[in-house]
């Protein structure tokens, strides 16, 4: 049973764009960095945002992280078929002393 | 080119033990927090574990305490995780990850079954 709580789903045609809400507490999100993974079909996760809103290097701008109060977003724009993918937050919980991840959110192109 | 590679997964009874390793190149091993994170089949992730670059502090999910042992051998630029008392719950695919969790291993799959 996560901490962080996502939509088992959200979807938007090519082109268009999704939001993904990661939905925490204050011992997790509300004090802590939010970090988003995206993970393809049968292969190791990715990292696309850290510290809230930060990208890698190599993620395109079309991918975006934004933080308030407990809750954190993962926005997608002009979205892909390559986008089709699995999408994780994650977070340090002070409570528990440990990193927890969202339930994961699937995303799927129409 | 940085690399992750885990190894020593496998089918292993319950209540047996398996030790994980994971053997880092392409940057400066002994400069980062490592961690192990999981993924049982068709689930979502979770994180097992984390340690320092010098192994003096080291993190784990509640549910491998006491079972599971994070270590690091900065020498080989390997990590390890040795885990104990395995149950069918621990069945899953065993990622290791740097730092930030900014590049990952393939991963190796532990299967706990009778």
């Known amino acids: 049973q996560s901490v962080l709580t996502q939509p088992p789903s959200v979807s938007a045609a090519p082109g268009q764009k999704v939001t993904i809400s990661c939905s925490g507490s204050?011992?997790?999100?509300?004090?802590?960095?939010v970090s988003w993974y995206q993970q393809l079909p049968g292969t190791a996760p990715k990292l696309l945002i850290y510290e809230n809103n930060k990208r890698p290097s190599g993620i395109p701008d079309r991918f975006s992280g934004s933080k308030s109060g407990t809750s954190a977003t993962l926005g997608i724009t002009g979205l892909q078929t390559g986008d089709e993918a699995d999408y994780y937050c994650?977070?340090?919980?002070?409570?528990?002393?440990?990193?927890?991840f969202g339930t994961g959110t699937k995303v799927t192109v129409l | 080119e940085v690399q992750l590679v885990e190894s020593g997964g496998g089918l292993v009874q319950p209540g047996g033990s398996l030790r994980l390793s994971c053997a880092a190149s392409?940057?400066?091993?002994?400069?980062?927090?490592m961690n192990w994170v999981r993924q049982p089949p068709g689930k979502g992730l979770e994180w097992v574990a984390n340690i320092k670059e010098d192994g003096s502090e080291k993190y784990c999910v509640d549910s491998v305490k006491g079972r599971f042992t994070i270590s690091r051998d900065n020498a080989k630029n390997s990590l390890y995780l040795q885990m104990n008392s395995l149950t069918v719950e621990d069945t899953a695919v065993y990622y290791c990850a740097r730092g930030i969790a900014d590049y990952w291993g393939q991963g190796t799959l532990v299967t706990v079954s009778s």
């Open positions: 994650e977070t340090w919980d002070s409570s528990l002393s440990a990193y927890v």
């Open positions: 392409g940057f400066t091993f002994s400069s980062y927090w």
């Open positions: 204050s011992s997790n999100i509300g004090n802590n960095y």
